[in-house]
C-alpha cells in the first residue's frame, strides 16, 4: 500500500490504543458520573419513594414545593452564612500559614507535614474529636476559658455559635490544604522580584501586595474555586457533629437533601434540591471566573 | 502481535476483576449465594436475616439462630448485621429496590406502616393461619399495627417495651422517700424528685430524675393525660388538644420549675452522660426508658426497682417494639416465615428477653417470669404485664418520619430548651405537619 495510507493506518492503530486504554475510565465515568447526573435530572421531574414507580410532576418539586419549603430557604441560607464564614478566612488564615511556611527555618517541613495532616484524616475522626474540645462542661476549649476567669459557652449546643464552630472545624480541616497550594504557588515567584524592589526602598507590606499576591494570582483563584465548591458541598461534617442542629442553625442544603432523600424517602424532591444547588453553585462559579479569572496571570515575567 | 495480546488480556483482566468486586454490594459475604440458587440441587434453603444492634444483640440472634437451624436442619439462615438503627430503613429499601431484599428484617414500630404503604411488604396471615399462629398469645396492642384487625399480619413484633421509670433503692432510702408504686400520679413523681434533688450546680448535684427527650417519653406523658394524637379522620395531628400541651407542659416543668428535678437538654450534654449513665453513677435517683435500661443496670444489682411511667388519668400508654418482616418478592416465603415463626416462639422469645433488652411479644413468656435478670424480684412480672397487656398503640402514620420524627421533634426542641412555650411550639408544628398531611 501507499505510504501516506500505511501512515494513516498506523496512527489510526495507535489511537485505537489509546481508546483502549482509556476504557475502562470512561466506561467508568459513565456508569458512575454520567448516568447518574442525567438520572437525577429525570428524577427531580418525578415523585419517587425508591420502591413504587416514579411519578411524573413535571417542574411543581421547583416551583411548587421548593417555593414554599421553609426548610429550604433556612438550608439556604445556613450554606450561605457557613460559606461567607468559612471561604475568605480559611484562604486567608491559609495564605498567613503558607508565607510564614515559606522560609527555610528549621523543621520547617515538619511544621508543613503538621498543618497538613488534618487533610488525610476522616471526618468522622475530625468531628468526634471536635465534638469534645467543643463540649460545653467537659470540653478542653472551656477549661483553658475558665482558667483565664472567661466562661466558657455552648459552643455546638448553642444556636448562636454552632454554626460559628462548624465553620471554624472546617477551616481547622481544609487549611493544610489550601496552604500546599497556596505555598506552591509562593515557591513559583522569582526571588529577583523581591531583590529588586527591596533596593527600590519597597517594604514588607508593598511586597506583599504588589509582587506576590499578583504572583499568586493562579493559586488562590484554585483555591477559591475549591473553597466554594466545598463550603456549598459540606455534608459530612455537619452529619457527624450537630446533625443539623441545635434546632435549625447548622441545617446545610445538602443535609436537607439527604433528609429529604433517606429519611422521608422523597427522592424526587431530592433530587430536584441537589439539581437547585448545583446550578447555584454553576453560576457561582461561572461568576468567579469571569470577575476572577481575567485577572489571573499565568506568566512569570 | 504479542503486545496487542498481553495488554488486550491485561485489561480484560482488570475490567474482569473490577465488575467481580462490585457484583457483591450486600454486607454479608455469603448472601450473593443466598437467593435460592441451592434450592434445586440439595433440600437446603439459604435465608438472609437483616437487623441491627449492638454487639451483644448480635450474640443473641446467633443464639436464636443456632437453636434454629438446630430445629430446621435444612434452613441455613445468614445474618446481616448492621450496627445503627438509623440509616437501617434506606438500605432496606434500597436493597428491596435492587431486586437483592433479605429474607427477614427488622422494622421499627414507627416505620411498619410506611413499609406498609409502600406496598413491599408480604402479608403474613395466610402463612400465619396454615401454621395456626396462636394470636390470642399476643399482647394486643402490638397486633394492631401490623394489620390483624383489618385482616392483615404485615409485621410479627419480636419484642416490645413500655416505657418506665427506673428507681434507686438506696437513694429513695437515704431520702427517706417511699418507694414508686405502680399507680402512682404526676403529684406523687414531682413530689419524690424534688425531695431527691440536692443543690449544688448541674456538675456535681443528685437529681430527682433524668429525663430523655426523644418521642418515646413525650408520647407516654401524653398518653398518660390522656391525650390523643391523630384524628379519628387521620387528616390532621390534634396539637391544638389542650391534654397534649398539658402533658408536654408537665415534662418540661421537670427541668425548669423551682430550679428542676431533671438536667436541661444543655445541663446533660455538659456533664458527659447519658440519663443511664447517671442513674448508674447515682447522679439521679430515677431514669425513664423502655426495659432496655434494665441491661445496663448490672451495677446496681439488687438495688433498683421499676414501676410503670407516671399517670395523670390513664394508666395505660404505648408500647415501643421491633418487628420482623418479609418483603413481597422473597424467594422463600415458607422458609423465612419458619424462622420469623420461630422468633415468636418461646424458645426465641426466652433467648431474646434473656439479656433485658426487651420484653417479650406474648402474654405466655412474660407470665412464666424467665426472662428477669438475677437479682430481678418477682413482683416485676407483674408490673411489665399489666402494662404490657393493657398499653394502647400509637398511630403510628405512614409519614411519621417526616412529621412526628422531623417537624414535631424539631419544633418542640425549643421549647424543651425553655426558649419558647409549649403552646407555640404545638401550633407552629401542627400547621406544619397537617400541610404535610394533606398533600
Known sequence: MSKSKANKKKSMAESAYGYLFIAPNLLGMLVFVIVPIFTSLLMSFTDWDLINAPRWVGLSNFTDKMVHDQQFWVSLKNTFVFSLLTIPLGIAVAFVIALLLNQSIRGVNLYRAAIFLPVGISMISISVIWRWILNTDLGILNYVLSLVNLQGAGWLSDEKYALFSVSAISIWKSVGFNMVILLAGLKGVPSHLYEAATIDGAGAWRRMTRITLPLITPSLFFVSIMSVIGSFQVFDLIYSTTSGGPGDSTRVIYYWVYQNGFKFFEMGYASALAWVVFIMLFAVTLLQMKFFGNKVNYEMD | MRKTTVSLSLILSLLLTTACGNSNDSKSPAASSATGSNASETKEVNIRFAFWGTPDEKLVQEKIKAAFEQEHPNIKVTLDHVSSANDFPASVL???????????????????????????????????????????????????????????????????????????????????????????????????????????????????????????????????????????????????????SEALDWYKSLMYKDGGVSPTPDGLQGTGMSTVDMFLAGKAAMVSGGRWVSYSLEPLAGKWGVVPFPQKTESSSPLLFVTLAMPKNTEHPKEAFEFIKFYVSQTAQEINSSTGLGMPVLKSVTNSGKWLLEGEPQDHVQVFFDQLNNAKSLPFHPLWSKTIDEIFMREIDPALRNLISVEDALGKAKTEIDKVLNQ
Open chain 2, 94 to 244: 434500597t436493597q428491596i429496590a435492587g431486586g437483592n431484599a433479605p429474607d427477614v428484617f427488622y422494622i421499627g414500630e414507627a416505620l411498619v406502616s410506611s413499609f406498609v404503604k409502600k406496598n413491599v411488604l408480604l402479608d403474613m396471615l395466610p402463612l400465619a393461619k396454615e401454621n395456626n399462629v396462636d394470636f390470642d398469645d399476643f399482647f394486643p396492642a402490638l397486633l394492631d399495627p401490623m394489620g390483624y384487625n383489618d385482616g392483615h399480619m404485615w409485621a410479627f413484633p419480636k419484642d416490645a417495651t413500655p416505657y418506665m421509670i427506673y428507681y434507686n433503692k438506696e437513694l429513695f432510702d437515704k431520702a427517706n422517700v417511699p418507694y414508686p408504686t405502680n399507680e402512682w400520679t404526676w403529684d406523687d413523681f414531682d413530689k419524690a424528685a424534688k425531695a431527691l434533688t440536692s443543690e449544688g450546680n448541674s456538675k456535681s448535684k443528685q437529681y430527682g430524675f433524668a429525663q430523655d427527650l426523644w418521642w418515646g417519653p413525650l408520647m407516654t406523658s401524653i398518653y398518660k393525660n390522656g391525650g390523643k394524637l391523630l384524628s379519628d379522620d387521620g387528616k390532621s395531628m390534634r396539637l391544638d388538644d389542650p391534654k397534649i
